[in-house]
């Protein structure tokens, strides 16, 4: 599975942006995603995943109510609308894939594959 993240920029406080994750390989839809993000000096941090189908969701409480996964499997494409930013959701974006668990799993350890990051900068 290649990952291929799009869509990172600069927005202003309040602001919104969407990031997409392109998947090569036809087993993306069984696979669990996630999104992470690495601020500059602090560890990979867990930000949202969903299963499969998309029915079943997981959130960073810094980011639930504001940040919405979801999926496209015709397309092979997840993606993680952000509202309402915030200077410290500044950092680069990875989406992952987890092709062997249903679980939604909030550890960087658990995914097999990653993309490339995208960066996202929020001014104040």
């Known amino acids: 599975v290649q990952l291929q993240a799009s869509g990172g920029g600069l927005v202003q406080t309040g602001g919104s942006l969407r990031l997409s994750c392109a998947a090569s390989g036809r087993t993306f839809s069984t696979h669990v995603m996630g999104w992470f993000r690495q601020a500059p000096g602090k560890e990979r941090e867990f930000v949202a995943a969903?299963?499969?189908?998309?029915?079943?969701?997981n959130y960073a409480e810094s980011v639930q109510g504001r940040f919405v996964i979801s999926r496209d499997n015709a397309k092979n494409t997840v993606y993680l609308q952000m509202n309402s930013l915030k200077p410290e959701d500044t950092a680069v974006y990875y989406c992952?894939?987890?092709?062997?668990?249903?679980?939604?799993?909030?550890?960087?350890?658990?995914?097999?594959?990653w993309g490339r990051g995208t960066l996202v900068t929020v001014s104040s």
């Open positions: 969903l299963n499969y189908s998309g029915r079943r969701k």
């Open positions: 992952a894939a987890d092709p062997t668990s249903s679980n939604l799993n909030r550890n960087p350890g658990g995914y097999s594959y």
